[in-house]
């Protein structure tokens, strides 16, 4: 089962929902999801939210942080080179998140570190199978819960309707990036409540 899937089905069961009797439909490509016909953007349990609102801190003790699976080849190393060199940023190996058990679960060790982040690094596939406007990252929504600004690579943006109204920092690949940190909590706020208005289930999902 995809992620995308595992995330949606303990959406609905956190709402009182049973996912088995319910018509869900995965476009994975578009990071769309249709439950009994009618579709939503990519949907995480109402449980990430909260949780990862209570791991938000003013120590920013990491610049830009990333963990995540890293081939010894292709492409996603050669994007974050820049970053395994800056100082003061994280980019740590793992496949937490790769593991058929932990599809629908929140990393929180993960998810912990990502809030002392001041940015998090997004990358995506240079290679993506589909047209370069159905782009997504899950890891993008998760800066927006943490409190933590993403970072979109120039080289691999995602879409414009899954960025639409977020705010975000676009590396270019220069050698030592400034991002802004002006107006850092209004942004993240605002991350947090566009990412909770649009990727959660409205509120009318309910047994």
Same mark, same amino acid.
């Given at each position: 089962?995809? @992620?995308?899937?595992?995330?949606?089905?303990?959406?609905?069961?956190? &709402?009182? /929902? #049973? %996912?088995?009797?319910?018509?869900?439909?995965?476009?994975?490509?578009?990071?769309?999801?249709?439950?009994?016909?009618?579709?939503?953007?990519?949907?995480?349990?109402?449980?990430?939210?909260?949780?990862?609102?209570?791991?938000?801190?003013?120590?920013?003790?990491?610049?830009?942080?990333?963990?995540?699976?890293?081939?010894?080849?292709?492409?996603?190393? @050669?994007?974050?080179?820049?970053?395994?060199?800056?100082?003061?940023? &994280?980019? /740590? #190996? %793992?496949?937490?998140?790769?593991?058929?058990?932990?599809?629908?679960?929140?990393?929180?060790?993960?998810?912990?570190?990502?809030?002392?982040?001041?940015?998090?690094?997004?990358?995506?596939?240079?290679?993506?199978?589909?047209?370069?406007?159905?782009?997504?990252?899950?890891?993008?929504?998760?800066?927006?819960?943490?409190?933590?600004?993403?970072?979109?690579?120039?080289?691999?943006?995602?879409?414009?309707?899954?960025?639409?109204?977020?705010?975000?920092?676009?590396?270019?690949?220069?050698?030592?990036?400034?991002?802004?940190?002006?107006?850092?909590?209004?942004?993240?706020?605002?991350?947090?409540?566009?990412?909770?208005?649009?990727?959660?289930?409205?509120?009318?999902?309910?047994?």
């Amino acid at each position: 089962m995809l @992620r995308q899937e595992a995330l949606l089905r303990r959406a609905l069961a956190e &709402r009182g /929902i #049973d %996912s088995e009797t319910t018509q869900i439909q995965i476009d994975h490509m578009s990071g769309r999801n249709e439950i009994n016909g009618e579709e939503f953007p990519l949907i995480f349990p109402d449980s990430f939210f909260s949780t990862a609102k209570e791991y938000w801190s003013d120590r920013k003790t990491v610049s830009v942080y990333f963990n995540g699976f890293m081939p010894k080849v292709g492409e996603r190393p @050669r994007l974050l080179q820049p970053f395994v060199e800056l100082e003061g940023s &994280r980019v /740590i #190996d %793992s496949s937490w998140g790769r593991r058929k058990s932990n599809k629908s679960r929140m990393d929180k060790k993960y998810m912990q570190a990502l809030a002392r982040a001041r940015f998090g690094a997004c990358p995506n596939q240079v290679d993506w199978p589909g047209p370069p406007t159905t782009r997504w990252t899950y890891r993008f929504i998760e800066c927006c819960m943490a409190g933590t600004i993403p970072i979109e690579f120039e080289e691999t943006k995602s879409g414009a309707n899954f960025l639409a109204g977020f705010d975000f920092e676009i590396f270019n690949g220069d050698l030592i990036p400034g991002f802004s940190l002006k107006d850092y909590r209004n942004r993240v706020n605002h991350n947090f409540a566009l990412a909770l208005e649009r990727h959660s289930l409205p509120r009318r999902f309910k047994a």
